[in-house]
């Protein structure tokens, strides 16, 4: 039995937080559990002309609304042609642009 638990506290799930530390998910917030799921899902680049809703809440910046909005617009009027077409989004600006350049792109 974990030091400072008692003996009622048997079914507690964990999960990794940082590097080395392994806590119960009871201890970590929604918040920090969706932030780590994000920085550990995007493994390269993720292409504006094909991710879904998921992959795009996946980036740093980005949550349901921007997603569904990048989806819309590309849906409305095509696939992007270039990464500065985020821009056209509703939402997305110059700062958000500027965090998501090195994260995305539109494909060849």
């Given at each position: 039995m974990s030091e400072g638990y008692a003996p009622g506290d048997v079914s507690v799930s964990w999960e990794q937080g940082t590097v080395g530390d392994v806590v119960p998910s009871s201890f970590v917030s929604r918040r920090q559990r969706r932030k780590a799921c994000k920085e550990a899902?995007?493994?390269?680049?993720?292409?504006?002309?094909?991710?879904?809703?998921?992959?795009?809440?996946?980036?740093?910046?980005?949550?349901?609304?921007?997603?569904?909005?990048?989806?819309?617009?590309?849906?409305?009027?095509?696939?992007?042609?270039?990464?500065?077409?985020?821009?056209?989004?509703?939402?997305?600006?110059?700062?958000?642009?500027a965090q998501l350049k090195d994260q995305v792109t539109v494909g060849k």
């Open positions: 899902i995007v493994p390269g680049p993720v292409n504006l002309n094909t991710a879904d809703e998921a992959t795009l809440t996946s980036l740093k910046g980005i949550g349901a609304v921007k997603a569904k909005a990048i989806i819309a617009y590309r849906q409305q009027n095509g696939p992007f042609k270039s990464v500065d077409d985020l821009k056209k989004v509703p939402g997305i600006g110059d700062k958000l642009l």
